[in-house]
């Protein structure tokens, strides 16, 4: 596993307070916040205040107690949300991009949640 993290990426200077964001929730080792672009009514992201390129990285190289935070503020958010099925809520889209094939724009790991509406197709089918 070979990752170089940018210390210059947005989401490094949103976590060091260089730019403001709309924060929703604020965790020992997390940071979500609305998308500045929402795709949806409701657009958070959901950051975990470690040097982490993506889901992959994190998962291997973080350690228990950031994994279970992030997890848990995933939680906490869509419960704050409303949007949980199991709380009556419409449901949502959970979406990690990663490298190339996945577009990723800014190389720190981040969870889109997009709920609000139905998001649609999983994928956009190609030939
Ligand atoms: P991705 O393509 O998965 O890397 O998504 C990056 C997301 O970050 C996009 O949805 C952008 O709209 C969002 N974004 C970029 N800059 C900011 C910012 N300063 N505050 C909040 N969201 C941002």
């Given amino acids: 596993m070979d990752y170089q993290y940018d210390d210059q990426n ?5 976590l060091r307070g260089e730019i403001p964001c709309a924060k929703v929730l604020e965790t020992e080792h997390s940071l979500a916040f609305n998308d500045i672009a929402p795709k949806a009514p409701q657009h958070v992201l959901v950051i ?5 390129v993506c889901y992959d990285h ?4 973080a350690s228990d107690a950031e ?4 997890t848990r503020a995933i939680g906490t958010i869509c419960a704050e949300l409303g949007v949980s099925p199991g709380e009556g809520g419409n449901g949502y889209r959970m979406i990690a991009n990663a490298g190339n094939d996945g577009v990723q724009e800014v190389p720190h790991l981040h969870v889109h949640i997009l709920a609000g509406r139905n998001i649609g197709p999983m994928v956009l089918m190609r030939s």
């Fill in 67 to 70: 994994i279970v935070d992030y």
């Fill in 48 to 52: 975990p205040k470690g040097r982490y």
């Fill in 58 to 61: 994190f998962a291997r190289a």
């Fill in 10 to 14: 947005i989401f490094a200077k949103i």
